[in-house]
T-cell receptor
Framework: GQQLNQSPQSMFIQEGEDVSMNCTSSSIFNTWLWYKQDPGEGPVLLIALYKAGELTSNGRLTAQFGITRKDSFLNISASIPSDVGIYFCAGFQGAQKLVFGQGTRLTINP | DTGVSQDPRHKITKRGQNVTFRCDPISEHNRLYWYRQTLGQGPEFLTYFQNEAQLEKSRLLSDRFSAERPKGSFSTLEIQRTEQGDSAMYLC????????????FGEGSRLTVL
């Protein structure tokens, strides 16, 4: 089946540092989405990208939809403690379901 | 709160018992999805409804699993004769008419099978 490969699998950073994570696929997607999940909770939508090459920001978060439509990255600037969690990329082809990556676990040292 | 609501949040059951989870989507959303998530993994698609019609089912959805959305509003996911491998977080999500791929998830129902 379709798989999205996220990297890195985990990150340990200092508060205030910038973070970068990415997601690649062997398949083309029409939409890329980034979600954050806290322990014991459901994923929360952060950013949605609809066009190849699109760069979108949401506060300290910036995400880009790759030109090939097979990849996306997410940057977080000036990290704060509440950024801790697991970040998932997800791809949508219009086939009625999202395909998720395996997640990047972000840990922040104060 | 007008988000996606799931009940119960936690369920512990013995192997072989039946369990049922309920999902109430965002009221104006006609699409409803069930996903399963195991520890350390991303959510995996189980099934999808548009209004009351179940339009797609994953191979992950064995014949012990059944999902319904009888009136096109809330949905139930039943697991019969539970097995230890069914232990997971069961997530419900909904989306609106535009079919943009933007799914809004509930807080999940965590199942532990002893």
């Amino acid at each position: 089946g379709q798989q999205l490969n996220q990297s890195p699998q985990s990150m340990f950073i200092q508060e205030g540092e910038d973070v970068s994570m990415n997601c690649t696929s062997s398949s083309i997607f029409n939409t890329w989405l980034w979600y954050k999940q806290d322990p014991g909770e459901g994923p929360v939508l952060l950013i949605a990208l609809y066009k190849a090459g699109e760069l979108t920001s949401n506060g300290r978060l910036t995400a880009q939809f790759g030109i090939t439509r097979k990849d996306s990255f997410l940057n977080i600037s000036a990290s704060i403690p509440s950024d801790v969690g697991i970040y998932f990329c997800a791809g949508f082809q219009g086939a009625q379901k999202l395909v998720f990556g395996q997640g990047t676990r972000l840990t922040i040292n104060p | 709160d007008t988000g996606v609501s799931q009940d119960p949040r936690h369920k512990i059951t013995k192997r072989g018992q039946n369990v049922t989870f309920r999902c109430d989507p965002i009221s104006e959303h006609n699409r409803l999805y069930w996903y399963r998530q195991t520890l350390g993994q991303g959510p995996e698609f189980l099934t999808y409804f548009q209004n009351e019609a179940q339009l797609e089912k994953s191979r992950l959805l064995s014949d012990r699993f059944s999902a319904e959305r009888p009136k096109g509003s809330f949905s139930t996911l039943e697991i019969q004769r539970t097995e230890q491998g069914d232990s997971a977080m069961y997530l419900c999500a909904s989306s609106g008419q535009a079919n943009t791929g933007e799914l809004f998830f509930g807080e999940g129902s965590r199942l532990t099978v002893l």
